[in-house]
């Protein structure tokens, strides 16, 4: 057999006792690596690992030059790594006096850009300009349904024509006798990336249908409140109708002290109706739409103006990972992370169950003790909640995760954690908490896709970096969700969600640093509405309040 390239696996750090596979690679092929040569013992997929050096049961397991697990088992040098005979293991933290130093990188080619955001009178910046619906309570959600039907086909907010036109086809195919068993689908009608809205101001209506308000208990209530009223403070909100019934847990006068003080100076036009004062259905939902619509031309008024980059929120994220996801996507987000941070603008990593293996080095980068210690206070609290239900972090892959090479959190989360680059931790914020420091922030969610995403929002990103190596199409009702796929083979395959990939890094066509500058670049173009991302195209609203339940 020939002798294989280094340019098909990947040693990630010079500690690593494990390589990674870049393509597909046959049991029995040679490998060169540090003046050792071995055979492969197994067929080795891509993203997945193998050993450098043979490890007797008990022994470390690293990667990314700390410890991800302990061989459970004795694997042969040049063995597959697999959930057989590899366990989830993370290296002990504590704060350690650490003076930590950051290598700034160049911004120059950014130090003056702007992006065109929408100013707001309390001093934000949004990226978009919506009007949000607010139900207090789920009792409210058929309502909220039948309003967004009648605003969306109205004002040319839709985007699910095609799926109708299509099914009309189907009627008609069927009313004519035709099999429908061999109906064409490509018939499909393509629908046009953005219809003619009405308001050409407000990029969007949204809806918060939630499931909370009332039962359960009442600090739930009081949580799903200053969850709503940081989605009302949001900067890429102008105005917001609430809907409530009346007699649930949580009052519309709670959410409105929520909001006044969570924002002192909040101004923002706030409409209010309460079915049980209401003479009907009809009229509380014709008001609803009346008032909504007055205040529509309103805030199509606002026009976007140039602001500088540092008044950007930044929410990164990963989800539907695989094995490239700490070599290719995360990496270029942490690169972009840092351009970010030093030129002033805030950055946001969550999904606290997703940081585990990462801690120390997350804690030696926290600017002070009280900040580190609320990390760590946070991260024990939350791991010790989901053991108490007989789980815990380590059992956070999925079998997606697994089958295409995460084989231990650690693996994952250290992975995950190159999102954030390498800047100082500037604060710890607990669950809709707000971001008011520029720098690095960690912001405590669950790694959930969609309830770290309602977080990251709730704390004020007004875009989120999204990286996926198996695809996902999650989106945000509020904050725009930018989708990076960790290699091409998925974008090739799901391009309808993918706004842009970094498998040129894998097959070494790109550095981490260039693509940081190009996810960069795009960013600033989506903060300024020149390009749409792929889950607002599709109204991908995503939304789905934690409850501080054990949720992985």
């Not at 046959?26 to 055979?39: A, R």
Request: include cysteine.
């Amino acid at each position: 057999m020939s002798i294989i390239t280094n340019k098909s696996f990947l040693q990630i750090h010079p500690d690593d006792n494990v390589l990674v596979a870049l393509q597909d690679l046959p049991k029995g092929l040679k490998i060169e690596w540090n003046n050792l040569t071995f055979d492969l013992q197994d067929d080795v997929h891509a993203k997945h690992k193998f050993f450098i050096t043979e490890r007797a049961i008990g022994e470390d397991v690293l990667m990314y030059g700390v410890l991800v697990g302990k061989a459970t088992a004795f694997i042969p040098q040049g063995g597959l790594m697999t959930t057989e005979n590899v366990h989830h293991a993370s290296q002990d933290y504590a704060y350690r006096d650490v003076n930590y130093q950051w290598q700034v990188p160049d911004v120059s080619k950014f130090q003056n850009r702007t992006f065109n955001g929408y100013h707001r009178q309390d001093g934000k910046v949004g990226t978009a300009n919506y009007w949000l619906f607010i139900p207090t309570v789920f009792c409210e959600n058929r309502n909220l349904d039948v309003i967004k039907e009648s605003l969306y086909n109205t004002l040319g907010y839709n985007v699910t024509d095609k799926y109708k036109q299509f099914t009309d086809q189907l009627l008609t195919a069927y009313q004519d006798g035709e099999s429908i068993e061999s109906f064409d689908i490509d018939h499909l009608a393509s629908a046009q990336a953005v219809k003619n809205r009405v308001f050409k101001n407000v990029d969007g209506i949204k809806f918060l249908n939630h499931q909370g308000g009332c039962g359960g208990t009442r600090q739930d209530s009081d949580l799903l409140s200053n969850l709503l009223a940081a989605y009302a403070d949001h900067p890429n909100v102008a105005g917001i109708t609430v809907l409530s019934l009346g007699c649930q847990h949580l009052q519309t006068q709670s959410l409105l002290n929520d909001i006044k003080e969570r924002n002192p100076t909040f101004n923002k036009k706030v409409l209010i109706f309460e079915q049980q004062q209401s003479q009907s259905e009809e009229q509380l939902i014709k008001d609803a739409i009346l008032k909504t619509f007055s205040g529509l031309t309103e805030i199509n008024k606002v026009e976007r103006s140039p602001a500088p980059l540092s008044r950007l929120c930044v929410g990164v994220k990963c989800g539907g990972s695989d094995g490239f996801s700490g070599i290719s996507a995360n990496p270029s987000v942490g690169y972009t992370s840092d351009l970010l941070v030093a030129l002033g603008a805030k950055v946001l990593l969550a999904e606290f169950p997703e940081l585990c293996g990462a801690e120390q080095n997350i804690i030696d980068r926290c600017v002070d003790k009280p900040t580190a210690d609320k990390f760590i206070r946070l991260m024990q609290e939350y791991d010790a909640q989901a053991h108490a239900v007989g789980s815990g972090f380590h059992m956070n892959p999925s079998p997606g995760n697994i089958k295409d090479g995460l084989i231990t959190d650690a693996i994952k989360s250290t992975g995950a954690a190159k999102k954030a680059g390498t800047s100082p931790v500037v604060d710890v914020l607990d669950y809709t908490e707000p971001a008011t420091k520029p720098g690095l922030s960690l912001v405590c969610t669950p790694g959930n896709d969609v309830e770290a995403t309602t977080g990251k929002a709730a704390s004020g990103a007004t875009l989120i970096l999204f990286t996926t190596g198996l695809g996902t199409p999650t989106g945000n009702p509020v904050c725009p969700v930018i989708k990076i796929a960790t290699n091409t083979a998925l974008t090739n395959r799901m391009g309808d969600i993918i706004d842009i990939d970094t498998g040129a890094i894998i097959r070494g066509e790109k550095t981490i640093e260039q693509m940081g500058e190009e996810i960069l670049e795009y960013c600033i173009k989506a903060a300024s509405g020149e390009i749409t991302p792929k889950a607002v195209l599709l109204n991908q609203d995503d939304f789905i309040p934690w409850k501080r339940g054990v949720s992985l």
